[in-house]
T-cell receptor, first 111, second 114 residues
Framework: ELKVEQNPLFLSMQEGKNYTIYCNYS?????LYWYRQDPGKSLESLFV?????AVKQEGRLMASLDTKARLSTLHITAAVHDLSATYFC???????????FGTGTSLTVIP | DSGVTQTPKHLITATGQRVTLRCSPR?????VYWYQQSLDQGLQFLIQ???????AKGNILERFSAQQFPDLHSELNLSSLELGDSALYFC?????????????FGPGTRLTVL
């Protein structure tokens, strides 16, 4: 069974600080996705990483993918309160459009 | 606003009943995905339809079924409901068949089974 693990599960950080969320997965996958979910809201697609070494950046968020290590990171730079949300990673099994989600990381940015 | 609509927003029903959740994709999107989010199971992919045909299946129970109609809206049917089916059900749409097309999520339907 494909497993996707995120850590930490909960993250409280001060504004202006940097931090990284990790996403490990247990089987071969070429595609890794990051989503954001605000409390009580739906999901928003953040990044789609399609190959080993892929790096994407949007504002204060940067995502990277290492398929050999089966690891993706979501790096937060100089956090601001608006980044408070739950972040999910998901992987897509090679050969099929089937998504497996991580447990989510609940991020709280403290002013 | 993602452009994806879901109805109803909330649904309360009893065990053993059957419900239908509806999703209208963004204009021009041919793929519809269904997801379930619960405290116990987390986020799970259920099923994908593309232009009326089932294209991928995830952890969808046999009591659940879905279809996509010629106008591209989709319905998720849940039958013989159990307490554990209480969850938030999201649909998402994307323009193409492949999973790496950006998905746009609807606001969700919150199902409560009593």
């Amino acid at each position: 069974e494909l497993k996707v693990e995120q850590n930490p599960l909960f993250l409280s950080m001060q504004e202006g600080k940097n931090y990284t969320i990790y996403c490990n997965y247990s089987t071969t996958s070429d595609r890794l996705y990051w989503y954001r979910q605000d409390p009580g809201k739906s999901l928003e697609s953040l990044f789609v990483l399609l190959s080993n070494g892929a790096v994407k950046q949007e504002g204060r968020l940067m995502a990277s993918l290492d398929t050999k290590a089966r690891l993706s990171t979501l790096h937060i730079t100089a956090a601001v309160h608006d980044l408070s949300a739950t972040y999910f990673c998901a992987v897509d099994r090679v050969g099929g459009n089937q998504f497996y989600f991580g447990t989510g990381t609940s991020l709280t940015v403290i002013p | 606003d993602s452009g994806v609509t879901q109805t109803p927003k909330h649904l309360i029903t009893a065990t053993g009943q059957r419900v239908t959740l509806r999703c209208s994709p963004r204009s021009g999107d041919l793929s519809v995905y269904w997801y379930q989010q619960s405290l116990d199971q987390g986020l799970q992919f259920l099923i994908q339809y593309y232009n009326g045909e089932e294209r991928a299946k995830g952890n969808i129970l046999e009591r659940f079924s879905a279809q996509q109609f010629p106008d591209l809206h989709s319905e998720l049917n849940l039958s013989s409901l159990e307490l554990g089916d209480s969850a938030l059900y999201f649909c998402a749409s994307s323009v193409g068949l492949v999973s790496y097309n950006e998905q746009f999520f609807g606001p969700g339907t919150r199902l409560t089974v009593l």
